[in-house]
């Protein structure tokens, strides 16, 4: 009896050990998660916020229909074009750096070559090994070229197939899509209800569920909880919503606009 609750024991401190080495969750990988994220989170927020704004100053629901539709574009085009500008600055400044690069360690090798010894040894390589790995790296010109970008400069070699008008072309797409939805509600109800107070609500409804939706795109992306990243999108899409709610109703207060 005792051998079997010792078997028992022993199985249980194997499964806990085996459990322990399980492999951790990989992130989901894309050309473009990061513009479709960043663009989907701002433009729900923004384009929600805009509406409690709005809302919170008695207006009727054409004129959040005029005008948050003119917001989505505005908005859509600025962050559409804004990421194609720093994707190309981004590339550019890749392209140059490895141009420098290659030309240091064309004119004057030895002392490159020390500096990314010194580079392994700072990061606890053994010298012995640390000065095989930079000899087998000096015979091949472009992958010691990529390396000292990457060990000395923390960046990333540029990828001459990444063409950053896509990554524009993404983040306004994307930034439309999402943005449409807290205004979804304005235009479905129309023929069921003229109560604004109804189709606000609506328009909640509907971004909380964008607002969750992302929220589990970003987990899917990032390789995290579930639970946890749709919460905390929710949360942030909450906070920015009250306080654009508060705030327009304060100011209509202040500026005598009430009705």
């Not at 010298?127 to 390396?147: H, L, P, Q, R, S």
């Not at 023929?191 to 189709?199: I, Q």
């Amino acid at each position: 009896m005792a051998g079997t609750e010792s078997n028992g024991g022993a199985t249980t401190s194997l499964l806990r050990a085996e459990g322990a080495r399980e492999r951790p969750r990989e992130p989901w990988k894309g050309e473009f998660v990061k513009s479709i994220v960043y663009a989907g989170l701002d433009a729900i927020v923004t384009c929600f916020s805009l509406i409690s704004s709005i809302s919170a100053s008695t207006r009727s629901s054409g004129d959040v229909l005029v005008l948050g539709f003119a917001n989505l574009v505005a908005d859509g085009i600025s962050m559409g074009f804004g990421d194609f500008v720093s994707s190309s600055t981004e590339k550019d400044v890749g392209v140059k750096e490895r141009a420098v690069t290659e030309w240091d360690i064309t004119h004057h090798a030895p002392a490159e070559q020390r500096d990314l010894l010194r580079q392994y040894q700072a990061l606890g390589m053994d010298i012995n090994d640390a000065t095989m790995v930079v000899n087998i790296f000096a015979k091949y010109k472009d992958i010691m070229v990529d390396e000292k970008i990457v060990a000395q400069k923390g960046m990333l070699p540029p990828d001459e197939a990444d063409k950053p008008w896509k990554h524009g072309l993404v983040t306004f797409v994307t930034f439309i899509v999402f943005g449409s939805a807290p205004l979804l509600s304005f235009i479905v109800l129309i023929p069921f209800t003229h109560n604004d107070t109804v189709k606000f609500v609506g328009a909640c409804v509907l971004s909380a569920l964008a607002l969750a939706l992302l929220g589990i795109a970003k987990a899917k992306v990032a390789g995290q909880n579930y639970t946890l990243s749709v919460a905390v999108t929710l949360f942030n899409g909450a906070i920015a919503a009250a306080a654009a709610y508060t705030l327009g109703s304060v100011l209509t207060k202040v500026a005598g606009l009430e009705d």
